[in-house]
């Protein structure tokens, strides 16, 4: 059974910088196009971003909300992907997730195609 373990979400100020990442076991990275979604309080999950499988090429995808702010990268050696947000704004607030489609490219952000999912890491943009 594959794990995604997420970590590095935390409080921040409007303005900052958070970097999340995602390790994956038990499935080959590479072989998985991976998202990140996010769910706030009373909303539906929504994507935010996706990297195809490595073989195709690590294309990355962003939700219009997080472009030009948010960075999603891997490390295959690590077996890590990371999302890197800057400029944080209020609306950012959420738990963040990933999760990987054996697909070799990002199909898009529905849910139900996803085959494994992490528990989540909470990401607060506060003053």
């Known amino acids: 059974q594959s794990q995604l373990v997420e970590s590095g979400g935390g409080l921040v100020q409007p303005g900052g910088s958070l970097r999340l990442s995602c390790v994956v076991s038990?499935?080959?990275?590479?072989?998985?196009?991976i998202a990140w979604f996010r769910q706030a309080p009373g909303k539906e999950r929504e994507g935010v971003s996706c990297?195809?499988?490595?073989?195709?090429?690590?294309?990355?995808k962003y939700a219009d909300s997080v472009k030009g702010r948010f960075t999603i990268s891997r490390d295959s050696a690590k077996n890590t992907v990371y999302l890197e947000m800057n400029s944080l704004k209020f609306e950012d607030t959420a738990v963040y997730y990933c999760?990987?489609?054996?697909?070799?490219?990002?199909?898009?952000?529905?849910?139900?195609?996803?085959?494994?999912w992490g528990q989540g890491t909470q990401v607060t943009v506060s003053s």
């Open positions: 990297i195809s499988s490595a073989s195709s090429g690590d294309i990355t």
């Open positions: 999760a990987a489609d054996m697909a070799y490219y990002c199909t898009g952000y529905v849910p139900d195609e996803y085959d494994y």
């Open positions: 038990e499935i080959t990275l590479d072989q998985y196009a």
